[in-house]
């Protein structure tokens, strides 16, 4: 039993690690789609100041562009975040799997086990049962 429970405790720590990755891949998402969204309201603030002040108006279009290669990198980032997100996922699937694997059998070892004690037991209360009928009949 005691090689079970050594793998279902690594096994556990597979599962927690694979959580901590998933969660660590889930705020860095968060993080990429705060800026996205601060960048998109950033742009329609210097698009509102560009269209006050013609001065202004001039040096809006390379703003523009450079916000928009920003945005470009910014999803890049997130769409490979992503890619990451679905590969964790399905590792921390098959950790999962592996761990219950693991409790099954170490479940099931058990209950073998309880039966074996039971029957050991039983087997000596039917002895002593018997020796006692034939003391009695004897």
């Given at each position: 039993?005691?090689?079970?429970?050594?793998?279902?405790?690594?096994?556990?720590?597979?599962?927690?690690?694979?959580?901590?990755?998933l969660?660590?891949?889930d705020r860095l998402a968060e993080g990429l789609r705060d800026?996205?969204?601060?960048?998109?309201?950033?742009?329609?603030?210097?698009?509102?100041v560009a269209a006050a002040d013609p001065e202004a108006a001039r040096s809006f279009a390379g703003y523009r562009a450079a916000a928009a290669v920003r945005r470009?990198?910014?999803?890049?980032?997130?769409a490979d975040l992503e890619t990451r997100?679905?590969?964790?996922?399905?590792?921390?699937?098959?950790?999962?799997?592996?761990?219950?694997?693991?409790?099954?059998a170490a479940r099931d070892k058990a209950r073998r086990e309880a039966l074996?004690?039971?029957?050991?037991?039983?087997a000596g209360l039917d002895e002593i049962g018997?020796?006692?009928?034939?003391?009695a009949s004897g």
């Open positions: 039993m005691k090689g079970l429970d050594s793998l279902i405790r690594i096994a556990k720590w597979r599962v927690d690690e694979a959580r901590r990755n969660a660590e891949l800026r996205l969204c601060a960048l998109d309201e950033e742009v329609a603030r210097e698009r509102t470009g990198r910014l999803k890049e980032s997130l997100h679905a590969a964790m996922q399905e590792q921390l699937n098959d950790a999962y799997g592996e761990l219950k694997r693991y409790e099954i074996a004690v039971r029957r050991a037991e039983q018997l020796r006692v009928h034939r003391a």
